[in-house]
């Protein structure tokens, strides 16, 4: 049962450009969050998805983000031009079920972000 | 808002030495707690859950504790090893997400 995926490892982009980063949960997961980690700070909620919907997004940037979980594929986490403060890495998790004291989130490796 | 706060910052110990990793929060009504550790460039890889009705979890040489009515958990790493280096961070969850802790960054030399 293979893990929580993301692609790519490593994205590099030019101030202005687009990002897009990819999310697969884990088998049998239907939940998806998304977290961004600065250096030295610890991971920040951004978004938490379920299969065609968003249920929180009360930690993405009003403008330039976007997330969706479609019916088929991975989750993506899109930003659009790109800015140096976007640097960061960003992590996908993903758990069987909301709202279960006992339901673990599983993470990915994540994907590091440089922009120039 | 969920506050969660990890001290210290950063320790180093010597290899054989027991020690405690401290982490609180501001709101008591919380889902379960979770300790992740997290290496250099890697993910987080999730080593207790503690669920809200529950006091202590333990995994081999890790105890994680939790007293809900304080906003405190604590990590206990016995006998530590060179591998236990990484970056310890706590998540407390309640709803649709979890809210992290900046980490402990921990450092055992041989």
């Known amino acids: 049962n293979a893990g929580v995926m993301q692609n790519p490892r490593h994205l590099v982009r030019r101030r202005g450009q687009e990002a897009r980063l990819r999310c697969s949960p884990m088998?049998?997961?239907?939940?998806v969050y998304w977290y961004r980690q600065l250096p030295e700070e610890g991971l920040k909620f951004m978004v938490y998805?379920?299969?065609?919907?968003?249920?929180?997004e009360s930690g993405m940037p009003k403008e330039r983000f976007s997330a969706e979980f479609p019916k088929e594929g991975p989750s993506i986490l899109r930003i659009q031009q790109v800015v140096r403060g976007d640097s960061a890495a960003y992590f996908c998790?993903?758990?069987?079920?909301?709202?279960?004291?006992?339901?673990?989130?599983?993470f990915g490796s994540g994907t590091q972000l440089s922009v120039l | 808002k969920q506050e969660v706060t990890q001290i210290p910052a950063a320790l180093s110990v010597p290899e054989g030495e027991n020690l405690v990793l401290n982490c609180s929060f501001t709101?008591?009504?919380?889902?379960?707690l979770q300790w992740f550790r997290q290496d250099p460039g890697k993910g987080l890889t999730s080593l207790l859950l503690i669920q809200s009705s529950q006091r202590e979890q333990t995994s081999g040489r890790l105890n994680a504790s939790l007293d809900k009515s304080s906003g405190r958990s604590t990590l206990y790493i016995a006998a530590s090893q060179p591998g236990d280096s990484a970056t310890y961070l706590c998540?407390?969850?309640?709803?649709?997400?979890?809210?992290f802790g900046a980490g402990t960054r921990l450092t055992v030399k041989p």
């Open positions: 998540a407390v969850r309640r709803n649709n997400d979890m809210r």
């Open positions: 998805l379920q299969k065609e919907n968003i249920i929180d």
């Open positions: 088998k049998g997961h239907s939940h």
């Open positions: 998790a993903s758990s069987p079920r909301l709202g279960e004291s006992n339901a673990k989130l599983f």
């Open positions: 709101d008591s009504a919380i889902y379960n």
